[in-house]
């Protein structure tokens, strides 16, 4: 069946040419009616074809039109001996939009084909693409200078119901905007100061405080982590397990003496990250876990934030197990 154009001003159906009028007169005599006649057979399907093409068509363009958060993703698989300058170029690049306002969001996890990017603006269409251009850009740039071998586009779907639904997130987000930030700091940094777990023991603390999460109630956090997303150890462990595991749980206890032992530019990145994540856990917990509406409770919503965060850390899952374990119990030290 075809429904091309026909000459000027028509419209082709399978071998005859009908007036766009007369298309268009039918078609309102269609909706009129509240459906073709089935009797006009390859006509009546060129005429639902084309209403529902021309509806559509309207849904986009009033889509285009609402301002609402708008995600943009880009794919890249970093040069082997560039990730170290994709992490530095990639933090300088989203300390700028957002600087700008440009994007109101960010954050980045490592998956297929190696890291994925996104950003986010509040805006219409037209300002989503004014993003989506100027990431692109950035990635092409990256390709040029061999800090990255392949990039691909891609979509992004929040997973809102790990954490409670569109209002949570709307915080989880701004958190892993911080957390991407102070990730970027240390993977840049070739000559690390201290091993990736501890740095996230600094992340992690900064975050339990700020929904309050307090004392012997972080037990729960991990061991929500260690039974609900499968990072546990099985019951028998290496004594150096137990060893690595005290070291682990007193860290815990002295976070604060871990923090202020960072050298700089590391330790200005912590202090950002506090004072960031502070204030918007507050909105947090004010906004949707001191609500009737919440539907997961902060240490559960913790628990699935914590392996975001670890992913984003390029934490071996190994290690990732070995801190769970070791925190949920961590009175055996």
Known sequence: MGHDRGPAGEVCVGARSVPLGVLLDDC?????????????????????????????????????????????????????????????????????????????????????????????????AATAERLREIVSARADDWLREHVVRHREPGGYEPEAHLFGGEVSMRSVHRLFTADSLAWLRFLADDARALPAWAYSLILLRDVLDGVGVAGWEDRDVWDRVRR???????????????????????????????????????????????????????????????????????????????????????????TQCLLADALAGRTRS
């Open 228 to 318: 609900g997303t499968g990072r546990g150890l099985p019951a028998d462990v290496p004594d150096a397990w137990r060893e690595t595991a005290v070291r682990i749980r007193a860290h815990w206890r002295a976070i604060g003496a871990l923090r202020d032992a960072l050298p700089e530019p590391l330790r200005a990145a912590a202090v950002r990250h506090r004072v960031e994540v502070a204030a918007e856990a507050e909105r947090w917990t004010r906004g949707y876990f001191a609500t009737e509406e919440a539907e997961v409770g902060p240490r559960q919503a913790l628990a699935y934030y914590t392996v975001f965060h670890w992913n984003r850390g390029r934490l071996a899952l190994p």
């Open 28 to 124: 309102l005599r269609d909706v009129r009616k509240a459906g073709a006649d089935p009797a006009d057979g390859e006509y009546a399907a060129a005429r639902r074809a084309f209403l529902a093409a021309g509806l559509a068509a309207l849904d986009r363009a009033a889509d285009r039109r609402v301002r609402r958060t708008r995600w943009i993703q880009v794919g890249v698989t970093p040069v082997a001996d560039a990730e170290g300058r994709l992490y530095g170029q990639l933090a300088e690049s989203a300390r700028e939009l957002l600087a700008g306002g440009v994007a109101t969001d960010f954050f980045y996890l490592h998956k297929p084909p190696g890291v994925r990017i996104r950003f986010a603006v509040h805006g219409d």
